[in-house]
């Protein structure tokens, strides 16, 4: 039995931004289901892994990412 893809989750980055720090940008995700179809009263929970960077002023004036 093929294996359904979790939802794309739109503008994360957005969803996110109160709670990240100053600077940080998020270069992508990777999310899996967190509970078996149908479990849960049929709302979807997903685990999801956040890649992020952030961007640190050099005394130099150079932005560096990391």
Do not use: C, Q
């Not at 939802?7 to 999310?31: M, S």
């Amino acid at each position: 039995m093929p294996s359904i893809p979790p939802p794309p989750i739109r503008d994360l980055e957005g969803l996110l931004a109160p709670v990240l720090p100053a600077g940080t940008r998020v270069l992508g995700y990777e999310a899996e289901f967190l509970t078996a179809p149908g479990d849960n009263y049929g709302s979807t929970m997903l685990a999801i892994a956040v890649r992020t960077a952030v961007e640190v002023k050099a005394r130099s004036g150079v932005t560096v990412v990391h």
